[in-house]
């Protein structure tokens, strides 16, 4: 669907690159910094599962070691000039992965670890949750998914148009449709911990809610990296020339 829009339909995309926000150099610094973070997050998940009664808990956190330390390995390999300048589209590929890891995944797995710490009875009603939970996420990138093709659609991203210089109104005001589906997941998490918990520790429901916010912001930007991702391999001025300077647009 995306292959019927032309290179000026995107061109808003382009500033967090024009800025250099997103420039292979910054990628490369940021993937130093999150390989720390996400041994940080890895350590918490292996202390708080110790407490936990999440099912299969030691399966997953071993996947999840095995899959950020992989990552962890390919965002070393990109941090170096020689190859991120070379190979940047496969940079921003690994960078939408790191952030997902990072913020997503680990906010994910650490809010369902947290909640396991409380319930000592039924691991079965907190794998129940954790389906529910992870299958809101999938209605939010499916709605994000649509809204954001159809502002595509209408121009909404074309540069130096009305819309563009408007565009934090237009979009504070069109975020609803995922406000709503974000909302509720967040009203399931407070009833269900309601029903399943007899005395309720305001710090666990902040921690929980918190985390279960950041995991569907996560999942709320993830369309629009995709997004970037694609225009970088169709079009050549979504990239570096070697010197580091952005490649200008043809038309």
């Known amino acids: 669907m995306l292959n019927k829009l032309s290179e000026e339909d995107f061109l808003v995309l382009r500033k967090p690159l024009e800025s250099k926000r997103q420039s292979p150099i910054s990628l490369g610094a940021v993937f130093v910094l999150a390989i720390f973070c996400q041994a940080l997050l890895l350590y918490l998940e292996w202390f708080i599962s110790g407490f936990s009664n999440l099912p299969l808990r030691d399966i997953v956190f071993q996947f999840h070691f095995m899959f950020s330390c992989i990552l ?35 906010s994910f797995l650490l809010s369902i670890i947290a909640i396991g710490t409380e319930m000592t009875d039924d691991g079965e009603v907190l794998l129940q949750f954790s ?7 999938i209605i939010v990138f499916i709605i994000t998914s649509i809204r954001f093709y159809l502002l595509l659609q209408q121009g909404k991203y074309r540069k130096g148009t009305y819309k563009d210089k408007q565009r934090n109104t237009w979009e504070s005001k069109s ?77």
């Open 175 to 251: 975020v609803l449709p995922i406000i709503i589906p974000i909302g509720i997941g967040i009203t399931f998490i407070i009833q269900f911990m309601i029903r399943n918990f007899e005395l309720m520790q305001i710090d666990l429901i902040f921690i929980v809610i918190l985390e279960m916010t950041i995991f569907n912001v996560m999942i709320f930007v993830l369309p629009e990296q995709l997004v970037i991702l694609y225009c970088k391999y169709r079009f050549d001025s979504f990239n570096y020339d070697l010197s580091g300077r952005i490649k200008p647009v043809r038309d």
């Open 131 to 137: 389906i529910i939970m992870f299958f809101i996420g």
């Open 72 to 106: 962890g390995g390919l965002s070393l390999i990109y941090s170096i000039p020689i190859v991120y300048r070379r190979y940047q589209r496969i940079q921003y590929l690994i960078s939408i992965i790191v952030s997902q890891n990072l913020f997503g995944i680990s």
